[in-house]
C-alpha cells in the first residue's frame, strides 16, 4: 500500500500554463506539506496544513495555490507557470516529530 | 533564520565508516533529522534525535549536542547501496516548520 502518492510523476509544460499536482496519504497524519527541490537538491518547505488548515505558507509566489479539501489530500495548483518553477515538488506527510513520509515526487518542467 | 551546513560530498569504501556532519544556526528546535535520498527518489527518514545523545538504528547512529550546535550521521559497514544524499533537517519551535541542510552526496566505492 502506498503512503503517501502523488500524481501526476512528471510534468512537461509551457510557460504562462496553469497546472495541478495532487497528493494522498492513507497513514491518519494530521499534518501534510509541501516542498520544492532545485536542480542542486535543496529542499525547501512552502506550506503545512494541520487538519485541513494552513499553518505554514512560507514566501513562495502567490501563483502557488494549496488546497486541503480533507485532512488525506493536499492539492497544489500554479498559475501561470515560469521557467524557475521547474522543480521537483514533494509531498510529505507527518504525525510524530521529525518523521515525515515525502510522496514519490512530482517533476515539473516548464518549457 | 536557519541555516544548517552540511558538507557537500564524501567518498569512502565499501566496509567502512563514514560520518557525516551538521552544523546548524537556529533559535530553536524540537529535534534533529536524518534523511536518504537516492538519485531520482524521495527522501526517507533515517533517525531523529530529540536529546543529546547517540541514537542507534542498526547500521546507522545519528548523535547530536546541542551546545556544540553539532550534530551527525554515523554509516557503519558501508555498502554499495548506501551510495545517496544524506540530509539533516530541523523542526523549529515556531509553528511546524522543517528546514533542511543542503545535503551531503555520499560516494560508497568498491
Known amino acids: 500500500d502506498t503512503a503517501v502518492s502523488q500524481t501526476p510523476k512528471y510534468l512537461v509544460t509551457q510557460m504562462g500554463n496553469d497546472k495541478s499536482i495532487k497528493c494522498e496519504q492513507n497513514?491518519?497524519?494530521?499534518?501534510m506539506y509541501w516542498y520544492k527541490q532545485d536542480s542542486k537538491k535543496f529542499l525547501k518547505i512552502m506550506f503545512s496544513?494541520?487538519?485541513?488548515?494552513?499553518?505554514i505558507n512560507e514566501t513562495v509566489p502567490n501563483r502557488f495555490s494549496p488546497k486541503s479539501p480533507d485532512k488525506a489530500h493536499l492539492n497544489l495548483h500554479i498559475n501561470s507557470l515560469e521557467l524557475g518553477d521547474s522543480a521537483v515538488y514533494f509531498c510529505?506527510?507527518?504525525?510524530?516529530?521529525?518523521?515525515?513520509?515525502f510522496g514519490p515526487g512530482t517533476r515539473l518542467t516548464v518549457l | 533564520g536557519q541555516s544548517l551546513e552540511q558538507p557537500s560530498e564524501v567518498t569512502a569504501v565499501e566496509g567502512a565508516i563514514v560520518q557525516i556532519n551538521c552544523t546548524y544556526q537556529t533559535s530553536g528546535f524540537y529535534g534533529l533529522s536524518w534523511y536518504q535520498q537516492h538519485d531520482g527518489g524521495a527522501p526517507t527518514f533515517l533517525s531523529y534525535?530529540?536529546?543529546?545523545g547517540l541514537e542507534e538504528t542498526g547500521r546507522f547512529s545519528s548523535f547530536l549536542s546541542r551546545s556544540d550546535s553539532y550534530g551527525y550521521l554515523l554509516l557503519q559497514e558501508l555498502q554499495m547501496k548506501d551510495s545517496a544524499s544524506y540530509f539533516c533537517a530541523v523542526r523549529a519551535y515556531n509553528f511546524n516548520k522543517f528546514y533542511f541542510g543542503s545535503g551531503t552526496k555520499l560516494n560508497v566505492k568498491p
Open positions: 496544513y494541520n487538519n485541513k488548515e494552513l499553518i
Open positions: 510529505a506527510s507527518s504525525l510524530r516529530q521529525g518523521e515525515q513520509f
Open positions: 497513514l491518519g497524519h494530521d499534518t
Open positions: 534525535n530529540a536529546l543529546d
